[in-house]
């Protein structure tokens, strides 16, 4: 029997309760990620509360290997979400944004940190407990931004690059935590700073190798192989061989990331601007569409004076037949475009099996059984708020404040050194004001009497012209006296908001302490108050974030709409 045993799995038919669980498990998800999503764009909340029921916090209706391999296929899931992020985000505005994207990941990781320290006097935690509850509340949910951005439909726009980037490093920081938290649970001799510091410099130098690898040596050669992309066998410019090739260097650029030390999360998201890259590059050899445009623009102006109409047709006709064939052929033999693979091979599974699985992998790992303790309950809230604080102030980077106090001091001064330099005229300009005033009803009848002269109805014309003109000069003076455009905080609300969910990296970060020691004692039985206490701020966090940013992006939504014949966008430049 063992022998029979190892040499291959003996096959068995599931039992009915075991269909219904799964069945019953997977239909709910998605109802209620449906439901939520059309009420407040939040439905992983409902499937959070749903792997808590089904899983080991509540009905235990799965076992501990059923639940391992839910997550482990769930994160497939994480992965191709952050992958169609990477797809979706524009070169040019991940590259004129990466600075800011930068500021907001800074700002995201040191607020959390600074008040995490709160914890020595809430639980009385030692300084390296306060680290490494910080270090498990500063990582960003990558799973729970896609998502939000995602259904929301923000991804594509300013806005949503930013926020992505900035989520996006604050991973590689979780990462580099991880490492942290688990070389500080062992002895003092296992401590190795090139340990802490190698994902950084992984991570980093991963990223400027791929980019400069696609600027300076695949840039060149894509470019002169799309120059003969005529010659291409038919099988190249088919969906299924773009598929193949995409998913490739999907996989590719995954396990070198991960082998390498650094997060595959990241590497998932760079592979996802490297084929959206190359779709650029694609897009910028098309270049016979503007040769028979202007071939057409030109014909007109050739045959204008000398060519009769039937001539005019027949070269008209002569034009069309030959630039027919390939314009016909260039949406059928181009290569598809990384989000059209996407949505045609990835999307229904994702977003039905994937996606819903892996958001209730995440229930699974909330104790609430060991949650509902009147201390840790006020505690846990208390720091649940200040690490929302703590995410929501990234959004001041989005914020217009008004000009600085001394420039408005000086504009003051100036307004008040104009008023009274007019108040306080000399009594000669004054003088001199009234006797021109008194002279100036005596040129109209002078005037008058020049207009009985008779003339002609056109300088009547150029007379009434040249009086009225002087009218519109004061147009630019009304328009410097308007008041300035209001300064919308839709944009920094959401940044804010948005940044606030916490989830895998979290949890993560706070299982290796609890497990390492650090945040429990040896004697202690059961999870340690610093932890539930850490529990409670991520699972907050990772509810009320998507539940708010749900609730503000339909106000948006709403005054767009009220909006459209206005031509004004609430979310302003950042809507882009």
Same mark, same amino acid.
């Given at each position: ?16 309760k ?26 992983? %909340? ?84 306060? *680290?490494?509850?910080g ?83 695949l ?5 002169k ?27 590719g ?15 998932a998201? &760079? ?26 623009? =030109? ?36 290569t ?29 790992? %909330?104790? &609430?059984?060991k949650?509902?303790?009147? =201390? ?12 929302? &604080?703590g ?25 008040? *050194? ?11 300009t ?5 006797? =021109?005033?008194?002279?100036?009803? =005596? ?50 609300? %959401? ?14 970060i ?6 390492q020691g ?14 539930l ?44």
């Amino acid at each position: 029997m063992a022998s029979e045993s190892e040499a291959a799995f003996a096959y068995h038919e599931p039992s009915i309760k075991t269909v219904l669980i799964y069945t019953g498990f997977l239909l709910t998800l998605n109802i209620a990620n449906t439901c939520l999503d059309k009420l407040l764009y939040c439905g992983l %909340i409902g499937q959070l509360f749903i792997g808590v029921l089904w899983g080991t916090p509540g009905a235990q209706w799965f076992g501990q290997e059923t639940e391992r391999v839910i997550q482990q296929i769930g994160y497939l899931g994480l992965i191709l979400l952050i992958y169609e992020g990477g797809l979706s985000t524009s070169i040019k505005s991940l590259k004129a944004n990466i600075l800011l994207s930068t500021a907001v990941a800074i700002t995201g990781v040191c607020a959390p940190m600074g008040l995490s320290f709160i914890l020595k006097e809430l639980v009385s935690a030692t300084s390296l407990q306060s *680290f490494a509850a910080g270090a498990a509340l500063s990582a960003t949910s990558l799973g729970t931004t896609f998502t939000i951005l995602s259904t929301t439909q923000l991804t594509t726009t300013r806005l949503g690059t930013v926020t992505t980037s900035a989520a996006m490093l604050d991973d590689v920081v979780g990462l580099v935590m991880v490492q942290i938290i688990s070389n500080l649970g062992g002895s003092a001799t296992s401590f190795s700073a090139i340990t802490v510091i190698r994902p950084v410099f992984v991570s980093i130098g991963f990223a400027v190798g791929l980019l400069l690898l696609c600027a300076f040596c695949l840039q060149p050669v894509l470019k002169k192989l799309l120059d003969y992309k005529d010659k291409f066998p038919a099988f190249v410019r088919t969906a299924q061989f773009a598929f193949l090739a995409q998913t490739c260097v999907l996989v590719g650029i995954v396990a070198g990331a991960t082998y390498s030390g650094t997060s595959s999360l990241f590497a998932a998201y &760079i592979a996802g601007v490297i084929v959206s890259w190359f779709d650029g590059l694609v897009a910028e050899a098309k270049t016979p569409i503007p040769v028979f445009q202007s071939a057409d623009s =030109q014909e007109p102006t050739g045959n204008h004076q000398g060519s009769t109409q039937n001539s005019k047709n027949r070269h008209a006709e002569e034009t069309t037949s030959r630039a027919q064939p390939q314009e016909t052929e260039i949406p059928h033999n181009d290569t598809p475009t990384g989000e059209l693979i996407y949505s045609k091979y990835y999307k229904e599974p994702v977003n039905r099996i994937l996606l819903p699985l892996f958001f209730a992998s995440i229930g699974f790992a %909330i104790p &609430i059984t060991k949650m509902f303790s009147g =201390q840790v309950i006020w505690r846990g809230i208390i720091y649940a708020m200040l690490m929302a &604080i703590g995410k929501m102030i990234t959004g001041l980077w989005l914020v217009r404040f008004s000009p600085s106090p001394v420039s408005g001091l000086v504009s003051t001064v100036k307004k008040l *050194f104009a008023y009274t330099h007019s108040y306080c005229a000399s009594p000669q300009t004054v003088s001199k004001k009234s006797n =021109q005033n008194k002279k100036a009803p =005596q040129r109209p009848a002078t005037q008058d009497d020049s207009a009985d002269v008779p003339t002609p109805d056109n300088v009547k014309d150029e007379s009434q012209s040249t009086s009225r003109s002087p009218a519109p000069t004061f147009r630019p003076d009304s328009r410097i006296s308007l008041p300035p455009k209001p300064k919308s905080l839709y944009p920094s609300s %959401i940044l804010g908001l948005a940044m606030v969910a916490r989830g895998e990296v979290g949890y993560l970060i706070a299982s290796i302490a609890e497990s390492q020691g650090i945040f429990s004692n040896e004697s202690s039985e059961g999870p340690s108050e610093i932890y539930l206490v850490v529990i409670w701020a991520i699972s907050l966090c990772t509810l009320i974030g998507p539940i708010l940013v749900g609730t503000l992006v339909r106000r948006v939504k709403k005054l767009q709409q009220s909006r459209v014949d206005m031509g004004s966008d609430p979310l302003g430049v950042w809507g882009i």
